[in-house]
């Protein structure tokens, strides 16, 4: 079954930096776009990046812009987001999710990891 | 990024039939297919509706449709289990962005 596994998270201080991750199986990885999507607290989801299979084209909130990177690498089945100069409005919880195959569905997501950024 | 509208809460009875609705515009709902997310207790959100497409797993008393600019997600015959939250979801593109919109919570009285 698919799975997906984020791991990364935890406590920041503003202006640093800090990298999570996605793990994923039960599918082939390397033929499905991802997606990350982040929800504050007591707020809704929020769409942050995505990446193609391939890796060849990604795209950002404007929120993120500039600031993270999304990135994978296939030969591990994982996907990563590369976060810098974060705020505390940067916290909240952060999940991957997989782009299904009609259009714009995320058709699974992970459990998500927590980001806080705090001094 | 601007987000969809959503009613904030709406309420039903179990056997009940309940709408959600989402709206939107000409650059989002009014060009792309809507997904439909369900989030229980603040657990990972789950796909429920994809255009008028039920996803694998996902009882057949949820239905999906769209008008112009504003999609619905429909329950028929409401269950307890159906309580949560429910966000739309569309492609933008005009704002080049995936957009949700502000949840709506679902009470089952």
């Known amino acids: 079954q698919v799975q997906l596994a984020e791991s990364g998270g935890g406590v920041v201080q503003p202006g640093r930096s800090l990298r999570l991750s996605c793990a994923a199986s039960g599918f082939i990885f390397n033929t499905y776009g991802m997606h990350w999507v982040r929800q504050a607290p007591g707020k809704g989801l929020e769409w942050v990046a995505f990446i193609w299979y391939d890796g060849s084209y990604k795209n950002y909130a404007n929120s993120v812009k500039g600031r993270f990177t999304i990135s994978r690498d296939n030969s591990k089945n994982t996907l990563y987001l590369q976060m810098s100069s974060l705020s505390v409005e940067d916290t909240a919880v952060y999940y991957c999710a997989r782009w299904g195959k009609n259009g714009y569905e995320l058709d699974y997501w992970g459990q998500g990891t927590l980001v806080t950024v705090s001094s | 990024q601007s987000a969809l509208t959503q009613e904030v809460s709406v309420s039903g009875t179990v056997g009940q039939k309940v709408t959600l609705s989402c709206t939107g515009n000409?650059?989002?709902?009014?060009?792309?297919?809507v997904g439909w997310y369900q989030q229980i207790s603040h657990g990972a959100p789950k796909i429920v509706m994809f255009g008028d497409s039920l996803p694998s797993g996902i009882p057949d008393r949820f239905s999906g449709s769209k008008s112009g600019t504003t999609a619905s997600l429909t329950i028929s015959g409401l269950q307890p289990e159906d309580e949560a939250d429910y966000y739309c979801?569309?492609?933008?593109?005009?704002?080049?962005?995936?957009?949700f919109g502000g949840g709506t919570k679902l009470t089952v009285l």
């Open positions: 000409s650059y989002n709902i009014g060009s792309y297919a």
């Open positions: 979801s569309s492609w933008d593109y005009r704002l080049s962005a995936l957009i």
